[in-house]
DNA sequence: TTTGTAAAATTGGTTGAACCATATAGCGTT
DNA sequence: AACGCTATATGGTTCAACCAATTTTACAAA
């Protein structure tokens, strides 16, 4: 009988949340590094002496959560990076939630204003570039769709350089769900006001002004903010 | 045979994705309600199409991130509010990123003077009488326990009372994982200064004053990270 | 009628085996 | 060495059966 294990003698009627667990701890007692494969699910199924369906019921609520990646004919690997963590269970919340878009602007409002003023303070040169190469690539988009990855770009870079990564991973998650919904709803978005405050932010943030720079973003999202209830106004 | 369905003409690989974004149909278009009863997972199957083994790699994903709950010989229930559903993240998130207590206090400090300085502005009599119970508790609190479970009321108060739900959620989760961890590491957690903080918080936000309630958190949460960098050092 | 209990039906939990689809490795031919 | 076929490994899916807990129903006793 293989793995006698981790101390759940009871009778672990939450099987899933278990493996889970065991996983879990693989992953942090470094048995498994980011990037490197786990054994076949036929194999690690027997280790963890549960039924591969079983095990695959586990296995699939990481992969959807982006903890770990699956390929057929090839394998099971850990993520890297737990980039899109948080995308579904945000998905969730303003599901369940019924969260509009306005509370996520509102977090916008709370929180980047913030990110911008510590990104004045820490912001390395690579930074600055990343920047610089955002607001370009601003400026030579001729459609939505590489406007808003330009946008997205750009802010993705704020929250890198405020050096804060759960902010960094939770907003470039919110941005993409409202920037996306916005693209679909309004069908020419503006391009000269978030430009001008791009650069207003960049050059804040350049001359390592972090009180320009908190102000300059609370200024740029409330602008935003009020051209997407315009918007909806008009629809 | 049942629901032809919703554009994926294609092989269909992610069928685990594609159910999960059929459930979120469901949802949206409020044929399932909060609190209310899906369909026996035979019967579900059988109108996605789908085999059970299939249809419970989706539910499971769902159950683990807290969107619905299932129980044995009663059913499958849609979760009436969302409050743990980034708990799981999270944890990922710390695990993979290899997240430090720092970088998890330091989002404290980001977020959380902002979110005082709204309550401030916001909070209703109701959640002023829920800030004094929680620093009543405190000061009643014997043990490590309670009296963390108390520090997480207050917090959980001002984070109701600032009107963000997005960092309501967050914040909970944050919170506990933060102390519970401190909880275990350090075997007497000191009272005296975070109750002398939240009554300060608790001041401020009465007298409406934003701006003394923002500067307060900071400086509680500050404090607290202090200690927790002292207390480490001592390991 | 009301109550208590046992049987039946319902429903999620788990298992085992089989088969499919794809990617990789190995081998043989050219 | 290069190409192409085959075998193997691996995740994806299905089916069928049984287990375990709960709820419902049926029926007998009070």
Same sequence: chains 1, 2.
Avoid at 16 to 32: F, R, V, Y
Avoid at 64 to 72: A, C, D, E, S
């Amino acid at each position: 009988m293989p793995v006698a294990s981790s101390g759940d003698a009871k009778t672990d009627t939450r099987i899933t949340a278990t493996l889970i667990a065991k996983i879990k701890q693989l992953i942090s007692k470094g048995e498994i590094e980011p990037g490197s494969k786990f054994p076949p699910e036929r194999e690690l199924a027997k280790e963890f002496g549960v039924n591969r369906a079983s095990l695959r019921q586990a296995l699939k609520v990481l992969e959807i959560m982006g903890v770990l990646t699956q390929r057929v004919g090839d394998g099971t690997y850990l993520s890297a990076s737990a980039e899109s963590i948080l995308k579904e269970p945000l998905d969730f919340l303003v599901l369940l939630d019924d969260l509009s878009h306005y509370e996520l602007f509102e977090t916008r409002v709370i929180v980047e204003p913030e990110l911008a003023a510590r990104a004045a303070e820490r912001a390395t040169a690579e930074d600055l570039a990343g920047l610089r190469q955002a607001i370009m690539g601003m400026e030579r988009s001729r459609n939505n769709q590489t406007r808003l990855e330009a946008d997205i770009a750009f802010h993705d870079c704020v929250f890198r350089a405020s050096g804060n990564r759960i902010c960094h991973l939770l907003f470039k998650v919110i941005h993409r769900s409202l920037l996306t919904s916005m693209g679909q709803l309004s069908r020419r978005v503006s391009i000269d006001r978030p430009l001008s405050y791009h650069k207003k932010i960049y050059a804040a943030i350049r001359d390592r002004n972090s009180e320009e720079a908190r102000k300059a973003m609370q200024e740029h999202i409330l602008d935003a903010q009020g051209l997407l209830t315009k918007s909806a106004q008009n629809e």
